[in-house]
């Protein structure tokens, strides 16, 4: 099993990146994939979820209307589109999947920087 982060980096305040993750190794389709971030010194926080069947996407009230989460079953592949970044964005980003029923599986990926500053 792997999930495999990329797109992090450097940008200013007010642009924009869109991280990637792509899993292997598990039904991708049957999972709710999530992305949670975890700042220095703070707790890793949920940032936004989508559920497997249905679409049904959550957020974190800090990046409601600038994030956007997708997924592309065919490609294995779930998005964060970030907008709008701000520097309290500043955080490693991590992938999550989740399979909520028996058995339930959780995978984590290995995380990407995501630093906001001018």
């Known amino acids: 099993v792997q999930l495999v982060e990329s797109g992090g980096g450097l940008v200013q305040p007010g642009g924009s990146l869109r991280l990637s993750c792509a899993a292997s190794?598990?039904?991708?389709?049957?999972?709710?994939m999530s992305w949670y971030r975890q700042a220095p010194g703070k707790e890793r926080e949920l940032v936004a979820v989508?559920?497997?069947?249905?679409?049904?996407?959550n957020y974190a009230d800090s990046v409601k209307g600038r994030f956007t989460i997708s997924r592309d079953n065919a490609k294995n592949t779930v998005y964060l589109q970030m907008n709008s970044l701000k520097p309290e964005d500043t955080a490693v980003y991590y992938c999550?999947?989740?399979?909520?029923?028996?058995?339930?599986?959780?995978?984590w990926g290995q995380g990407t920087q995501v630093t906001v500053s001018s």
């Open positions: 999550n999947a989740l399979r909520p029923w028996i058995p339930k599986r959780m995978y």
């Open positions: 190794g598990f039904t991708f389709s049957s999972y709710v």
């Open positions: 989508l559920t497997s069947v249905g679409g049904t996407a």
